[in-house]
């Protein structure tokens, strides 16, 4: 066929085939560009994303989250999750759905250690950006969303032993923690400058009440006890992240103390 459409092109005067040779590559510019996506933004729902430590809670069975690798390489996903079993089934049955878009993607489960489950996801697109996962075990499920910015990135995803598995089941969790602290950081810094703002409108306002009308002043009243109210919760909000901030640090030492003795001990053999 492109012998063909050379020879065409070769009758034509040279500024025809100038202009056609440019629409062909300008019309295969376009195919390869919106057929493939790879020089497309990638596009984020505006949906809550399931951070690492996320307990699901399914009935008699807790499934939590301790890790998630996306291996581009392999274009799969590796998830471990913790297991809390308080069912009298000897093979409790777990059914995982993953879901990008309107592709769905093939799971296995790689490593069942009954306190532990290691699931495999693969075929996933390099372009993904967001992947909802639902669980079920009995007649219970979650659903949840996870995006590639919360994921550990990683090449390859390893072969390991059963030992090896839950050292990287506990390094997850360490690192899922100082992921969060990192984003509350932040949070809290936004949360600052919005209590600081309103430090400031209410001493504006207060200001403004000199030689003002009786009626003026009860609409700057009125006002001030609103901006106040925010303040209040601002305030309440705040010391609610720090709280948080506070049980995720702990949170965090108490893995990384588990990951240094469960290493000096040479389980990651």
Known sequence: MLDSMRQKLQKRPRGVRGLQIFCIIFL?????????????????KDVEIAPIGTELELGEYTLTITSWDWAEKDRAFEIIFEVKDLSLNRE????????????????????????LLVVRVSGVSSRFAQVAMTVKAGSASRSIYMDDRTMAHVERLEERSDAAYRIHAVEGKAAGHRLALQQLEQQTEEKNADLRLAYEKLEALQASKADKTPQQQEEIDANLRTMAEKQGRLQNELEDMMLRKQALQAQLEQEEQLLARMQEGGDGA
Request: proline share 5%.
């Open 28 to 44: 295969l510019g376009n195919l390869l560009f919106f057929s493939t996506g790879i020089f497309m933004p990638k596009h984020y």
């Open 92 to 115: 409790p049955g777990y059914t995982f759905r993953f879901r990008c878009g309107d592709s769905h993607y093939l799971y296995k489960i790689y490593r069942d250690l009954g306190d």
